[in-house]
């Protein structure tokens, strides 16, 4: 049996857990905090979740992951058998991942764990997001899906798009995803009609609970 290791609240974790959800995959979960680091270095070298355990041994980092999914359960694919809109698949992903989530990631420490985060920081983000999020829109299809047909990018898009605007309209009063990828917003109300989306939120909401009641400060 496949397990899914790590926290609920997670864009990487919920990425792959909609991933399973959407390839019909049997699938446990463990719930693993980041802080636990230590205890899972030997599944995740950098302690990062989330994590797959597979009869075979365990896998960390979540593209890696989806990648390793989608080769081991081809019944229900979830990238195109076109080589080239594979590719353009893939390429939504690493703009929305390297170039979005990665950059917002940068104010999480002072959106949702308690720290704060330098003006520095946050005028370098918002600038390199500015440019991520227009290159997302540039390459975006929303017909109806991100690239076209439901595929591995929309189960990357929606997370991140939903942690991303939180975190702008925290920072910096703003909805960054609203005003560079103005498509976005019908887009994610048309992904949460998706059963498995609406089943995932559900959970998200309460491992979110789960957590504050922890009252924990992280900082990564």
């Given at each position: 049996?496949?397990?899914?290791?790590?926290?609920?609240?997670?864009?990487?974790?919920n990425k792959?857990k909609?991933v399973?959800?959407?390839k019909?995959?049997?699938?446990e979960?463990?719930?693993v905090?980041?802080?636990?680091?230590?205890a899972?270095?030997?599944?995740?070298?950098l302690?990062?979740?989330?994590y797959?355990?597979?009869?075979?041994?365990?896998?960390s980092?979540?593209?890696?992951?989806?990648?390793?999914?989608?080769?081991?359960?081809?019944?229900?694919?979830?990238?195109?058998?076109?080589?080239?809109a594979?590719?353009?698949?893939?390429e939504?992903?690493?703009?929305?991942?390297f170039?979005?989530?990665?950059?917002?990631?940068r104010?999480?420490?002072?959106?949702?764990?308690?720290?704060?985060?330098?003006?520095?920081?946050?005028?370098?983000?918002?600038?390199?997001?500015?440019a991520?999020l227009?290159?997302?829109?540039?390459?975006?299809t929303?017909?109806?899906?991100i690239?076209?047909?439901?595929?591995?990018?929309?189960?990357?898009?929606?997370?991140?798009?939903?942690?991303?605007?939180?975190?702008?309209?925290a920072?910096?009063?703003?909805?960054?995803?609203e005003?560079?990828?103005?498509d976005?917003?019908?887009?994610?109300?048309?992904?949460?009609?998706?059963?498995?989306?609406?089943?995932?939120?559900?959970?998200?909401?309460?491992?979110?609970?789960a957590?504050?009641?922890?009252?924990?400060?992280?900082?990564?």
């Amino acid at each position: 049996m496949i397990v899914l290791c790590g926290f609920g609240v997670s864009n990487y974790y919920n990425k792959l857990k909609l991933v399973l959800l959407e390839k019909a995959i049997p699938f446990e979960e463990r719930l693993v905090y980041p802080w636990q680091r230590e205890a899972f270095q030997t599944s995740s070298p950098l302690g990062k979740i989330p994590y797959l355990e597979t009869e075979h041994g365990d896998i960390s980092e979540s593209q890696a992951i989806l990648e390793y999914l989608e080769d081991a359960y081809p019944q229900t694919p979830l990238y195109p058998a076109d080589l080239f809109a594979r590719a353009k698949c893939r390429e939504v992903i690493q703009h929305l991942e390297f170039n979005a989530e990665w950059v917002a990631r940068r104010l999480y420490k002072e959106c949702f764990f308690g720290g704060s985060v330098s003006q520095e920081t946050k005028s370098e983000a918002h600038e390199r997001l500015t440019a991520g999020l227009a290159a997302i829109a540039r390459l975006a299809t929303f017909s109806p899906y991100i690239a076209g047909d439901f595929s591995a990018a929309d189960c990357v898009a929606y997370m991140h798009f939903f942690m991303i605007k939180a975190a702008t309209k925290a920072i910096y009063t703003e909805d960054m995803v609203e005003r560079h990828v103005p498509d976005a917003g019908a887009y994610m109300q048309l992904m949460e009609t998706r059963p498995h989306m609406r089943s995932v939120l559900a959970d998200r909401a309460k491992a979110l609970a789960a957590f504050r009641a922890l009252n924990v400060r992280y900082e990564g």
